[in-house]
């Protein structure tokens, strides 16, 4: 008897025997009470009258907590001192605790909507004084005082109890007053948790909880986590503020025993894994698992601040269940992990990436063997929600997909043994990659667009998050490893057409600069052979990104050379019509000519010579912006010359291609192409490209005292007039330097004749091409390429003047008397000197013959040239012309020029024949009357007619002067040397 008096006793709940009518309460706490009266008076016979028998002082004190009543005044009690009542009663006699506690939830209910009128009264200020009511902190704080020290002294007894009354109040209080106006909602968690832990009774219940949950931490706390759990099952979200705090006072032992006290109850409402992983919605799953919902919430809340507590305990948990002894919780704990990630996305990506890296051969065969025993259909519904949960994980996707890949792929042979997986581990891989390509086609092509109902199309997490490391993927789709590269190019196909258009641009991308084979790069015709369907500007969106990546730097030198031959090996693989892939290609990539263009002048001669295969495929629009042409064409022009002067082939093949392409977009353009090019030709700098003088060095012969270039001209114009006087006494010949002497003659370097030859020959080919007729219309056949145009030829002698000869105009086209060379003999000897540095001029000259009457634009620089050669043999004292032989050369090449185009009739063009039979002052005479011949029959255009019949200009001699008169020097030398020239002299006859 005496242990029931006493407080550290451990006694039972009392019995359930009928209560009488319960004492009529103040009206706050009628209106407010959480639990009917009648629970407050549960107290078993015999304890009641052992103390009406034993106390005549506690008999009053329970009758006065029964009736509510004042035994000796017989007044009503208050709510403090009913309250005090009941403590009493509580410390006097502690079996009477059910009662006392049913009793002090109206106190506690009291003490809350009191707070919150005040706080309704005062407009939501926390510190006011309260209006109404009855002050109850002091009572509060005594109810908390017994409590405690109840606790301490014997929490085995009365740490359960306590717990789950004061956890179950405070679920109670949460939802009843959640609609009250100035309580936030639910899901403002710290403005709900500052609410609640600024009211003294709700603050008093969390400190009773805590006490109990710390004295039962190191023994059981699975009745107080239990309570926690059944509390949060029934008043969750009004809950979840009490969930916080406890959690982040106990972070690890509420992990702990809320994931364990979870398994519990997963395991005692099932009979077998499968079946508790088959629940379609959260909802169905929380009333088969009543406690798993709350398991989530409380960790969904917690996984803010200890997600890697979280993480630890989960993979705790798993690799625990894989033990050699399984009893029912071991072989649940998979199927529940499963579930709580089912339910939970934050914890799906809490512990994603860590559970994969802990999946080693070992744990997979483990694992193998966990579930050897399941039927076929259950294993069928594991795989099944093993996909689900990959298509819905956020974090750590890509890493994921590689483990899948890794262990799904063959062994290979020289695989060690201990790290080998078993087969059917490889086979569940495979079925789950499979079974992953094929959920995520339903995801992607049914999820359809924005609705009015929905803001925006379902997201797939496992593609939101791949969407960073589709450069990885595409570099494994280009290894070509049996499986990998199909499973991969079908997830990029996926991600592109779920990611419309960045990552399907973006893919390509990849694709066309990655690739190093044909093999390779047709991934990326398959690519976009199956998104082009769904997606209309994938490839100028690709080339945009491309440019784009150039233009930023973001692309090394070897890649931007892999990506201009990869497109260009698909224009020209692809081109078979207007929906092909190279045909789109081609138009998208001459909407950035001027971008790649700008590669042509790139240091790195892979990357100019790669950009010129790629612009030389492309098609060439009409219409572009005149500064974008020009820049195109003078890029392309020096890109020419520079793989001309290193000698490669594929790069002139390329250059002279590009050329030929532009030359065809307008006439303008074709007239700048020759420009440039006769231009660049004769430029000192590639000279000695085509056999020339090389430009001397800075540094040479011309060198003043301190080593730098000295300038006479630049003397001379600083101290006088910077007038040009040609032929004058002002004239300046540079031939020394004071005290330096004579200038040396420079040497250059030399190629070898066969090279030369090669060089022209690939030089005026090209030049052809460009001056062919019709080049400005469609495409040219090859016999009208062979055919000059004349206004071409016009552009290239026009150049050939003004290169050589920039002061004299075009229109000194009249052939003047032969007592004018003694005024132009600076100019002529300037010509001469042109001529002899540069061979190619005389090549040029015969193009230009070619494109009749194109050759009398040239008129200055055959007087010159020709004035040159005739003072030569007028005073060479040699016996023969061998001895000089760059003059016969030149004598007989200019004769023949001029007889090409038609400004020498035939009888005296084929002179130039007998040149080398001759003595000097023979050749003079001869010039001599070619140049009376020109004089009197000036070159002029007005001279020509043009022929429809053969698209050709040609010139009637006939109405010229008789060209007898100039043959009379011709004849006398050969009747001198008829016994050398006799046979050739019909070929002289007029």
Not at 152 to 181: C, E, F, T
Not at 720 to 737: D, L, Q
Request: charged residues 15%; glycine residues 6%; neutral net charge.
């Amino acid at each position: 008897m005496s242990a029931l008096c006493d407080p550290a006793g451990v006694v039972g709940p009392p019995g359930s025997a009928p209560s009488p009518k319960p004492a009529a309460a103040s009206p706050s706490l009628r209106k407010h009470t959480l639990v009917p009266m009648h629970g407050l008076y549960q107290l078993k016979t015999d304890v009641v009258s052992f103390c009406f028998n034993s106390s005549q002082e506690l008999a009053q004190e329970i009758k006065a907590f029964l009736s509510g009543v004042d035994p000796v005044h017989g007044n009503k009690l208050t709510i403090k001192e009913h309250a005090r009542c009941a403590i009493l009663l509580l410390r006097s006699l502690p079996p009477a605790r059910s009662a006392v506690l049913d009793h002090l939830r109206g106190v506690f209910d009291e003490y809350v909507c009191t707070y919150l009128l005040d706080l309704e009264n005062s407009e939501g200020r926390l510190s006011c004084v309260r209006s109404q009511g009855p002050n109850l902190d002091d009572v509060v704080q005594e109810i908390q005082a017994v409590l405690s020290e109840f606790i301490r002294m014997n929490p085995k007894a009365w740490a359960a109890l306590v717990s789950a009354w004061s956890i179950d109040l405070m679920g109670q209080l949460s939802s009843k007053y959640a609609g009250r106006h100035g309580v936030p909602h639910a899901s403002s968690l710290n403005e709900l948790l500052q609410l609640w832990m600024s009211c003294k009774a709700t603050r008093t219940l969390m400190e009773i909880y805590t006490q109990c949950l710390s004295s039962m931490i190191s023994t059981c706390p699975d009745a107080c986590v239990d309570a926690l759990l059944d509390t949060s099952v029934q008043h969750s979200p009004h809950f979840d503020w009490v969930v916080a705090h406890i959690g982040s006072s106990f972070p690890n032992t509420i992990i702990n025993r809320v994931l364990s006290c979870g398994l519990k109850d997963f395991c005692m409402h099932g009979t077998a894994s499968a079946d508790l992983l088959l629940f379609p919605s959260t909802t169905t799953a929380d009333k088969r698992v009543p406690k798993i919902a709350s398991v989530v919430g409380i960790l969904g809340h917690l996984a803010s601040r200890h997600s890697e507590s979280i993480k630890q305990e989960l993979l705790r948990m798993f690799h625990g269940s894989l033990g050699p002894a399984r009893d029912q919780q071991q072989k649940a704990t998979v199927p529940f992990l499963l579930q709580l990630a089912v339910m939970s996305p934050t914890l799906l990506g809490t512990i994603s990436a860590e559970l994969v890296n802990s999946l080693k051969p070992g744990v997979l065969n483990q694992l193998h063997q966990h579930f050897a025993s399941l039927p076929r259909e259950d294993l069928e519904n594991m795989v099944s929600i093993v996909v689900h949960l990959i298509c819905q994980t956020s974090g750590g996707a890509y890493h994921t997909l590689q483990f899948l890949i890794n262990t799904a792929m063959p062994a290979s042979v020289i695989t060690t043994p201990g790290l080998a997986v078993h087969d059917s581990v490889r086979e569940a891989c495979d079925r789950i990659i499979q079974l992953l390509l094929l959920n995520l086609q339903k995801l992607v092509y049914n999820r359809g667009s924005a609705s009015l109902a929905e803001t925006s199309p379902r997201t797939v997490p496992f593609l939101d998050e791949l969407k960073g490391h589709v450069q990885e993927l595409c570099v494994e789709t280009l290894r070509l490893e049996r499986k990998r590269f199909l499973w991969q190019h079908q997830l990029l196909i996926l991600l592109s057409v779920y990611c419309t258009p960045s990552c399907g641009s973006e893919a390509l991308f990849y694709l066309l600069t990655l690739a190093k084979s044909q093999d390779e790069l047709s991934l990326a015709t398959q690519l976009y052979a199956v998104l082009s369907s769904c997606m209309s500007d994938l490839l100028p969106s690709t080339v945009k990104k491309c440019v784009c990546q150039i233009h930023a730097g973001s692309l090394s030198e070897q890649h931007t050379t892999q990506l201009f031959q990869n497109m260009a090996l698909i224009m020209q693989w692809e081109d078979e019509g207007p929906a092909s892939m190279g045909h789109q290609l081609g138009q998208a990539v001459s909407s950035h000519l001027y971008d790649f263009g700008q590669l042509l002048l790139h240091h790195n001669p892979e990357v100019a010579r790669a950009a010129s295969l790629l612009l030389s495929v492309c098609p060439m629009p009409k219409a572009m912006q005149p500064a974008h042409l020009l820049f195109l064409i003078r890029s392309a022009v020096h890109h020419f010359f520079l793989v001309l002067r290193h000698k490669c082939p594929t790069g002139i093949s390329f250059g002279s291609r590009l050329l030929f392409c532009l030359s065809g977009t307008s006439p303008t353009a074709g007239k700048a192409i020759l420009q440039y090019l006769v231009e660049g030709a004769l430029h000192p700098g590639n000279a000695e490209i085509f056999g020339g003088v090389a430009e001397p060095p800075a540094a040479g012969n011309s060198a003043g005292l301190d080593g730098a270039r000295v300038s006479l001209l630049d003397v001379n114009r600083h101290f006088m007039t910077a007038m040009n006087f040609s032929g004058s006494i002002w004239s300046v010949f540079h031939v020394g330097v004071i005290g330096k002497g004579l200038k040396l003659p420079h040497t250059p370097y030399q190629r070898e004749p066969e090279e030369i030859a090669h060089n022209v020959q690939t030089f005026l080919n090209l030049l052809l091409r460009c001056c062919g007729l019709g080049r400005y219309g469609s495409e040219p056949s090859q016999r009208t390429i062979a055919a000059v145009s004349p206004e071409a030829a016009k552009t290239v002698a026009v150049v050939l003047v003004e290169t050589v000869c920039p002061d004299v105009t075009n229109s000194e086209l009249a052939w003047p008397p032969e007592e004018h060379t003694r005024n132009t003999v600076e100019r002529d000897i300037q010509i001469g000197r042109c001529f002899r540095d540069n061979p190619l001029l005389f090549h040029l000259l015969n193009l230009v013959a070619a494109g009749r009457p194109a050759l009398c634009y040239c008129s200055v620089l055959l007087r010159g040239l020709l004035a040159t050669l005739m003072a030569h043999w007028e005073g060479s004292r040699e016996n023969d012309t061998v001895s000089s032989p760059w003059h016969l050369q030149a004598s007989c090449s200019l004769v023949a020029c001029l007889g090409e185009g038609h400004l020498l009739p035939s009888v005296l063009s084929n002179m130039h024949e007998i040149f080398d039979q001759l003595t000097p002052f023979e050749v003079h005479l001869l010039l001599l009357s070619v140049w009376d011949y020109m004089r009197d029959n000036s070159p002029l255009p007005q001279k020509f007619t043009f022929d429809a019949r053969t698209g050709l200009f040609f010139r009637d001699f006939s109405r010229d002067i008789d060209v007898g008169k100039y043959l009379c020097v011709l004849h006398n030398v050969l009747h001198k040397n008829i016994d050398r020239l006799g046979l050739l002299s019909v070929r002289f006859q007029n």
